[in-house]
């Protein structure tokens, strides 16, 4: 496996359009795997809630 210094070395090696590219690939996959971190937060915490919730 490749260590982080490794791999920037590499990505160093690309043109400048192609490492924007990348930058800008990975930022959205960050935020997409944030949102699904923030959904499955959100549907444990609902679920949680309608177990301790008294019943009416």
Do not use: C, G
């Not at 982080?4 to 070395?9: G, K, Q, S, W, Y």
């Not at 915490?45 to 019943?55: D, F, I, M, S, V």
């Amino acid at each position: 496996m490749n260590t982080i210094n490794e791999t920037l070395e590499k990505l160093m090696e690309l043109d400048f359009d192609s490492r924007d590219m990348i930058i800008e690939i990975t930022q959205k996959r960050q935020v997409e795997e944030r949102r699904k971190e923030i959904a499955q937060n959100a549907k444990t915490a609902t679920t949680a809630h309608k177990k301790t919730r008294p019943k009416q």
